[in-house]
């Protein structure tokens, strides 16, 4: 009976030892499982991290290009606002020369008007009047007929 007792906890033995290497055989397959989708998990972590540096650099693309076209239009609006302000500068000298021609004007007509009753009474000896008017003022003689002087180049120096 004793290898009655000792056969049968040998089979015992290889029951433990069978249900323990299916065990090992479970875990082995769970742990290939898992690697496997480990992997798979880093490979789409890797792909997603990809893309996400493939957006970011394609987003420095666009804004670097805005960046460009900002630059260049505030460069050309610089450009139009300092051709804007030279035409200012020269359009105010010009009036500034204008006013001046105009006030001399006005002076002239208000000597003209002062001797306007000398002209009606005697019209010839008026009109010789006028002209030794004219000829004896020397700076009514330097505004007659001439061109306006300011321009671009005597505003700004550069």
Not at 66 to 73: C, Y
Not at 134 to 140: G, Y
């Amino acid at each position: 009976m004793g290898s009655s007792s000792g056969a049968s906890s040998e089979s015992s033995q290889l029951q433990l030892s069978g249900s323990e290497e299916n065990l090992q055989q479970v875990m082995d397959q769970r742990k290939r499982k898992r690697m496997l989708s480990n992997r798979e998990s880093a490979r789409r972590s890797r792909m997603r991290k990809q893309k996400h540096v493939d957006d970011m650099m394609a987003q420095v693309v666009h804004l670097r290009k805005e960046n460009n076209r900002i630059l260049t239009a505030m460069n050309v609006t610089s450009q139009f606002h300092m051709n804007v302000e030279a035409e200012n500068a020269i359009l105010r000298a010009q009036m500034a020369e204008l006013t001046l021609r105009l006030q001399t004007l006005n002076e002239i007509m208000g000597c003209l008007n002062s001797t306007n009753a000398l002209l009606e009474t005697d019209q010839y000896q008026g009109t010789q009047m006028v002209d030794e008017f004219f000829m004896n003022i020397p700076w009514a003689s330097s505004f007659i007929n001439q061109p306006i002087m300011a321009s671009a180049e005597s505003m700004f120096m550069y």
